[in-house]
């Protein structure tokens, strides 16, 4: 019994091969056919990049002479069916066969393509039907493509590109100085103060900016403040991004900037726009503090940083800021004595720089005025409600040592004062000022006394300065205010 069965097993180990076999061969006959499109498809490819080889090969070949960038037609879709194609599959074109009076042009000119594929294919977009191709055409000189269609010749229907050099064109640099200081005073020049303040973000240093919204202001039209963004939406594009094309622009134009008339609501902004401009100081030339905006406990930092700003031309501030013969303690208001002491460091470091100028250097110091509210608004009543000769501390802060000249003589006033400190200067600089050398000592004019409103009425106080250059488009109603 045992030794049946050992037959059996022996048997049925002799014929196990050949059952096996039969699946093998099926096997390897699947793995044949499968095999058999891919190395088709590999031969196609190979045979397809040994004639885009042999292209480039002829391009290389051809001279440098020709100025002309000759475009064959659409390659013909003959054979290809569109509903078995990509969107974006490549047609390789036929080898390019020159006719009679032309010859190919090399040059660093590039086909440009996407991810690696060749150069030399165009795409064919399934949904239109059009082949596309991007150039990178590159020539030594100005040039604009011309597209033309040949009427007559062996190319006859062909569509080409002429590269037709221009004239037209120029580099900005290349232009004179004079003509670019031109274009830079056109585009960043201001007709009127540029009025800052300040403004801090969550997380962010306090910084100067710039307001320059107004609802009556016809360029700020339909504009929406973005509160997440903050900023505003639809705003025209700055002239000031100019100035980072290049260091060279920069460089040139930064000067033109910094020139304007700048007018700063306190004397704190100008100390944080004057730290933040750094080494730029020295193309300031205009500056105007606001209305009670001079604070004698900031002049020493802001007037030692004032001293690199050599091209200063004017400096104005505030006639109550100036006027007084005493203050009251506690206040950071100043005396037209102690107001002269702090500023001659810088009017020195512009004489050092301008040795020629000393008069003009007595000019720096201008004295501006604004009128109170209700002169302001209702002129006509201007000797009977004006508001400067109400006996109130709350006026400026101004305490006993205030101004009582009415707005009717706050003109002549303002004159007075100016004179007195270019008398002051003169003295401390030993400058001998032919307008102020032999006129008498500046008299205090006695106060004009109207009629006093009511302590119970609104004085009046505006924080923002109105008179220095007020105008409806000085309204500082930004939210990004300080």
């Known amino acids: 019994m045992a030794r049946t069965k050992a037959k059996r097993k022996s048997a049925d180990d002799d ?17 044949d056919e499968t095999a058999a499109p891919a190395r088709k498809k590999r031969k196609s490819a190979e045979a397809s990049s040994l004639k885009l080889k042999e292209i ?19 390659p013909k879709a003959t054979g290809l069916d569109a509903s078995k194609m990509d969107s974006d599959e490549l047609v390789v074109p036929e080898e390019v066969v020159v006719a009679p009076g032309f010859r190919l042009w090399e040059s660093d000119s590039k086909m440009l393509a996407k991810k690696g594929q060749t150069l030399t294919t165009t795409k064919i977009n399934k949904s239109t039907m059009d082949y596309s191709r991007v150039l990178d055409v590159h020539y030594p000189e100005h040039f604009t493509l011309v597209p033309l269609v040949v009427t007559q010749g062996p190319y006859q229907g062909r569509h080409m590109f002429m590269l037709q050099p221009s004239s037209g064109g120029f580099r900005f640099p290349d232009l004179p100085a004079e003509i670019r200081n031109m274009i830079f005073s056109y585009l960043l020049e201001e007709e009127k103060p540029i009025v800052m303040a300040t403004a801090k973000r969550v997380n962010h240093p306090r910084r100067p900016v710039r307001i320059d919204w107004n609802s009556r202001n016809e360029r700020n039209a339909g504009l929406d403040w973005d509160t997440k963004a903050g900023e505003w939406r639809n705003k025209p594009p700055s002239a ?5 094309a290049n260091k060279q622009i ?10 304007n008339h700048f007018k700063f609501l306190k004397f704190a902004c100008l100390k944080i726009f004057l730290e933040s401009i750094g080494d730029m ?19 020493t930092p802001i007037f030692k940083n004032l001293k690199e700003s050599v091209n200063l031309r004017t400096l104005t501030f505030g006639h109550e800021d100036v006027c007084r013969d005493s203050w009251s303690y ?25 040795p020629k100028d000393e008069l003009n250097i007595l000019d720096i110091i201008k004295i501006n005025w604004t009128n109170c509210t209700d002169c302001d608004t209702r002129p006509d009543a201007m000797t009977a409600v004006c508001r400067r000769s109400v006996t109130s501390a709350y006026w400026g802060g101004m305490g006993d040592g205030r101004c009582h000249v009415i707005c009717k003589d706050v003109v002549e006033h303002c004159k007075e004062i100016e004179k007195k400190i270019r008398r002051l200067l003169a003295r401390k600089m030993s400058i001998k000022d032919p307008i102020t050398e032999d006129a008498p000592a500046a008299a205090t004019k006695p106060p004009s006394r109207p009629s006093t409103p009511s302590m119970d009425s609104d004085l009046g ?12 488009d000085d309204d500082p109603g930004s939210p990004g205010g300080y």
């Open 15 to 31: 014929d196990a091969p050949a059952r096996v076999s039969r699946p093998k061969k099926r096997a390897q006959a699947d793995v």
């Open 56 to 74: 480039a090969d002829a391009e290389e070949a051809v001279s440098e002479e020709e100025a002309e960038v000759v475009a064959a037609t659409k």
């Open 240 to 244: 000031l991004s100019l100035l980072r």
């Open 250 to 259: 920069f460089e040139e134009a930064a000067s033109i900037v910094y020139g």
């Open 281 to 299: 100081r020295r193309f300031l030339r205009h500056i105007t503090i606001g209305r009670t905006g001079y604070n004698r406990n900031q002049a």
């Open 330 to 354: 506690g206040t950071s208001t100043t005396t037209t004595e102690s107001f002269v002491r702090q500023i001659m460091p810088v009017l020195e470091s512009i004489r050092k720089n301008h």
């Open 461 to 472: 106080f505006d924080p923002y300065g109105e008179g220095f250059g007020h105008s409806p």
